[in-house]
C-alpha cells in the first residue's frame, strides 16, 4: 500500500539556511524579554531555520500552565521582525488557526494530543480550506499509524500540500530512559508508505531530558530525517514548562555542530558495487531464512497433528523455556542481541502456536462433520 498524499517538497515551504533543518524555541512563550532573547540568541547560530514557541499549550493535568494566549502572538510577531526567523505554533482549534494566521505565523504544527482526536483534526482541516500555509502534523500519543496517517490525510484533503510530520515519540506503559518511545519503526513505516512526505524529529519530547537530545537526533538524522524540533530556552532551569529537556540557544549550536551529516546515497562507483554485493549476500541469506521457516513450519503443522490425534496440549511450558535457553546461549555465542533474540523466537513460537491451534480446531470440526455424516 502506498499512501496517496499530494505533497510539495520542504525546500520549496522553508528556506533552510544550514542542513539538516532546525526549528527551535521556547516550549512555551512565557514572557516577551523570554522569547525576544531566545529568538535573538538562536538566530546568532546562524544554524536555526524556523522559531517555534507554544501560545496555547495542551496540559495533562488541569492547574499547570496552559499557555500564555494571543499576546504571545504579538511577541512572535515582534521576534520574526527583529530576527527575520519565521515563526511555528500549535494550533489545537479553529480559534487558534483563526488568530495564528491573522497574527503572519508562518507554519502551524498539530500536537501529540490533538492528533489523537479524529474531530480535533477535522476542526483545523475544515478551517484551513482554500488557506495557503504549511502544517505539521505530530505522532498522535498512542503507537497508532493509522492516526497518524488518518491526520495527515484530514489536512491534505482540506488543501494543503506543505505538509509534513513530525516524529515526537509515543507514550509506553513501561518504564524506559525515555519520556516517549520513540518506536523508530512507526515513522520508518509513514517514510516507506509515503517517501515523499518530510518527516522531522522532535528528540525533545522523546527524550524528556536535555542529555539525551544530541543521540536521539544523530539517529533520527541517520534514519534520513529530515529535520529536527529541539526546544530551547534562554534559561532552561527556570522554564514555565518542559524545563528538563529545553537547552540554551548555545547548547543548541553545540549539539548541531557535532552532527555527522551522512549522505541517503553515495554515486562514488566502489561504493556502489560494493553495496550492490553485501547486499546481494543478504538477500541470499533473507531467501535461506525463509526457505528453512517454511521447513520448520512445515515440521510443525506434523507436530499438531499428533499432538491433536493424541490429545496433547499445543503448548508445553517446559518445552518453549528449553528453546529460549538453548537459542539464547547459541545467539550470544555468534554475537546476536539476547533481547532481539527472545523477541524473534517469540514471533516465530507465536506464528507456531497460531498454526497447531489451527490444526486442533480443524481436526475438532473435521471429526464433528465425520461424526455427524456418519449418524
Ligand atoms: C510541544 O511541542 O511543546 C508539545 C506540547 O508537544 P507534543 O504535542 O509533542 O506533546
Ligand atoms: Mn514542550
Known amino acids: 500500500m502506498k499512501l496517496n498524499l499530494n505533497i510539495q517538497p520542504l525546500s520549496s515551504w522553508v528556506n533552510i539556511k544550514n542542513e539538516p533543518l532546525i526549528i527551535s524555541g521556547p516550549c512555551s512563550a512565557e514572557t516577551e ?4 532573547a531566545t529568538a535573538h540568541l538562536l538566530a546568532a547560530t546562524g544554524k536555526v531555520s524556523v522559531l517555534r514557541a507554544g501560545i496555547w499549550k495542551p496540559r495533562t493535568r488541569p492547574g499547570e500552565f496552559e499557555g500564555i494566549g494571543s499576546i504571545g502572538l504579538e511577541w512572535l510577531k515582534k521576534a520574526k521582525q527583529e530576527t527575520g526567523l519565521p515563526t511555528a505554533v500549535e494550533v489545537a482549534t479553529a480559534k487558534h488557526v483563526e488568530e495564528a494566521l491573522a497574527s503572519g505565523v508562518d507554519i502551524l504544527w498539530i500536537g501529540a494530543r490533538s492528533t489523537a ?7 483545523i482541516a475544515d ?7 504549511p502544517v505539521l502534523v505530530k505522532n498522535p500519543v498512542n503507537p497508532d499509524l493509522s492516526l497518524w496517517i488518518g491526520a495527515l490525510e484530514r489536512i491534505n484533503n482540506a488543501g494543503i500540500t506543505k505538509l509534513g510530520a513530525i516524529h515526537r515519540g509515543f507514550s509506553s506503559y513501561e518504564k524506559s530512559a525515555f519520556r516517549n518511545e520513540p518506536m523508530w519503526e512507526l515513522a520508518i513505516q509513514l517514510k516507506t508508505l509515503c517517501p515523499e512526505l518530510p518527516i522531522i524529529n522532535d528528540p525533545s519530547h522523546i527524550c524528556g531530558n536535555r542529555e539525551l537530545i544530541p543521540y536521539i537526533s544523530q539517529k533520527a538524522l541517520d534514519l534520513d530525517m529530515q529535520g529536527l524540533m529541539i526546544e530551547s530556552h534562554i534559561d532552561p532551569s527556570v522554564a514555565w514548562t518542559d524545563a528538563k529537556q529545553q537547552v540554551t540557544p548555545a547548547a543548541l549550536a553545540e549539539i548541531v555542530e557535532r552532527f555527522s551529516l551522512r549522505k541517503p546515497e553515495s554515486k562514488n562507483e566502489e561504493f556502489v558495487d560494493k553495496l ?3 547486499r546481494k549476500q543478504i538477500d541470499k541469506i533473507d531467501d535461506l531464512m525463509i526457505q528453512k521457516l517454511g521447513e520448520r513450519m512445515a515440521i510443525i503443522e506434523k507436530i499438531g497433528e499428533y499432538k491433536r490425534d493424541n490429545n496433547v496440549t499445543i503448548l508445553q511450558v517446559n518445552r518453549w523455556d528449553e528453546i529460549i535457553n538453548k537459542r539464547s546461549a547459541f545467539a550470544k555465542a555468534v554475537k546476536l542481541d539476547l533481547n532481539f533474540t527472545e523477541k524473534f523466537l517469540e514471533l516465530i513460537h507465536n506464528e507456531s502456536i497460531r498454526k497447531q491451534t ?5 481436526g475438532e470440526e473435521l471429526s464433528n462433520i465425520e461424526e455427524a455424516s456418519a449418524k
Not at 524579554?33 to 525576544?36: I, K, P, R, S, T
Not at 482526536?117 to 476542526?123: H, K
Not at 489451527?358 to 480443524?362: F, R
Open 276 to 278: 550492490a554485493d553485501l
Open 117 to 123: 482526536n479524529p474531530f480535533t483534526v477535522q476542526e
Open 33 to 36: 524579554e523570554q522569547l525576544l
Open 127 to 133: 478551517v484551513l480550506k482554500g488557506v495557503d500555509i
Open 358 to 362: 489451527e490444526i486442533m480446531n480443524l
